[in-house]
């Protein structure tokens, strides 16, 4: 039998595989990695990344996502079709909030050869030292306050020389907190807004923190000193007396309640023998009623007397 030369197989095997080359889907990117170099904490800067297909038949891209929280894609929506030879532009968002380098990735998914390809943005934060952020008074002081309620001060917060871009509230305090405070928020160039700080003791005695604020200014992070005294709250009672109705009775029980028109419940552990009574158990700022019977030796007891009120201070 004769055999053909092996030159001669070796040759079609490799006109097969460049017929197939002529027709597969193939994008490329253009870069496929980008620094944007030194950008503004707070401002963004945007690069397009062109993604082409250099196959024969239309591409379509299926999926984006981005690592990175200080990248963001532009206006870009999948699907998206891309004829042969035809380009589109990828717009990324670099928005840096803290200084520093940062970088990310960019995975794109298409029905192209490689089906998922990734590309990488880098870029650094930077503080303009010409920025600031005032804060005014540099320091608060919230003096004494009950411990469990709460106090609540403004102070001012100005930026000069730029906008002044606040992109955080970093305070670990659990006594002292900013509210009101919606972040981000961008103080115009001159201007200054007032903020609420508050402070909520949970135990007696002197507390002392900082305050601060992360932005764009040159001075960032931006921090004020606040302290305060917590105290205890303010012990209360309630005395009561009254004229007995019958010289037998045996004693006497105490009824109180949180409307004039009850329900009254007795307060009394056992048959009470006097005709005053104190009231320790009362909270700040609440509104009590109270009435007693009388009885006799036999356990009768009679009705309710008149009925009192009591008003306890807050605190």
């Not at 840096?96 to 650094?124: C, E, L, Q, R, W």
Request: charged share 10%.
């Amino acid at each position: 039998m004769r055999s053909f030369p092996q030159y001669l197989l070796t040759l079609g095997l490799l006109t097969c595989l460049a017929s197939a080359a002529t027709w597969k889907q193939e994008l490329q990117c253009d870069p496929c990695n980008h620094g944007f170099g030194q950008v503004q904490v707070g401002t963004s800067a945007t690069f397009s990344i062109r993604l082409t297909n250099t196959g024969q038949k239309t591409l379509s891209i299926l999926s984006k996502s981005m690592q990175g929280s200080s990248f963001s894609f532009g206006n870009f929506s999948v699907p998206k079709t891309i004829a042969p030879g035809a380009s589109v532009e990828l717009p990324i968002i670099f928005r840096p909030t803290v200084k520093g380098y940062t970088s990310g990735s960019i995975a794109i998914g298409s029905n192209a050869v490689d089906a998922t390809f990734s590309m990488h943005v880098g870029g650094d934060g930077i503080l303009t030292s010409s920025m600031g952020l005032g804060v005014s008074p540099s320091s608060l002081n919230f003096g004494n306050v009950t411990v469990g309620s709460s106090v609540r001060v403004q102070t001012t917060l100005a930026a000069s020389n730029g906008p002044v871009t606040i992109s955080s509230d970093p305070s670990k305090s659990s006594e002292f907190a900013v509210v009101g405070l919606n972040l981000p928020a961008t103080i115009p160039a001159g201007q200054s807004i007032d903020v609420t700080v508050q402070f909520t003791p949970n135990a007696s005695g002197t507390a002392a923190s900082q305050i601060g604020f992360l932005s764009n200014a040159g001075n960032s992070p931006t921090v004020e000193s606040v302290t305060g005294t917590g105290v205890a709250q303010t012990a209360h009672d309630v005395s009561l007396s009254w004229s007995p109705g019958d010289s037998k009775a045996a004693g006497y029980n105490i009824f109180r309640g949180t409307a004039k028109s009850g329900p009254f419940q007795v307060i009394n552990t056992a048959l009470h023998a006097s005709t005053t009574y104190i009231d320790s158990t009362v909270a700040s700022g609440h509104t009590y009623y109270y009435a007693t019977t009388e009885v006799n030796e036999q356990g009768q007891q009679s009705g309710y007397s008149n009925i009192t009120q009591a008003v306890v201070p807050s605190p």
